[in-house]
């Protein structure tokens, strides 16, 4: 039963944004990241927090946590630190993952190496408007097994 709730499950996020966003923020990616923020409750508990019940592109630190530039900047310092310099030349792919890193951190804390969330649709809508990029973009990808 397992699998058939699960099939279930993808052929819902294959649904139109509508049948599936309640924040009004989504846009269709892949099944695996079409998750809407109101559905991930570590997202939602950082947004009760501070009074935000429709989607946490409205938090008032989200802007600061990821899509401040300098903040940002700060966070590479750090990443550099810990895994050597990151091998994107392009500055907005650079800015994408270090954002997708740090609302990861933010909403998460620490996971762990190799282990990974999906990212609510939403946040990932806004960072890919904020550093946008030739469109080609990577999508979620699961950890590899060792």
């Known amino acids: 039963m397992p699998e058939a709730a699960a099939a279930e499950t993808m052929e819902d996020r294959m649904a139109p944004v509508s049948e599936w966003c309640t924040c009004g923020h989504c846009s269709s990616l892949s099944p695996v990241e079409n998750v809407c923020c109101r559905e991930t409750p570590k997202v939602m ?25 300098y903040v940002l900047q700060a966070v590479y310092g750090t990443y550099v630190q ?10 907005n792919s650079r800015y994408r993952h270090l954002a997708y890193r740090n609302v990861v951190r933010w909403c998460w804390g620490y996971l762990g190496q190799h282990i990974r969330v999906v990212i609510p649709s939403c946040i990932v809508t806004r960072i890919r408007q904020e550093f946008p990029e030739d469109g080609l973009y990577r999508g979620f990808l ?4 060792f």
Do not use: K, S, W
Request: hydrophobic share 35%; charged share 15%.
């Open 142 to 145: 699961p950890p590899l097994h």
């Open 82 to 91: 810990l895994f050597g310099e990151m091998p994107e030349t392009m500055l």
């Open 45 to 69: 508990n950082r947004c009760e927090q501070v009074g935000v019940y429709t989607c946490i592109t409205d938090h008032p630190g989200f802007q600061l946590v990821a899509l401040n530039p």
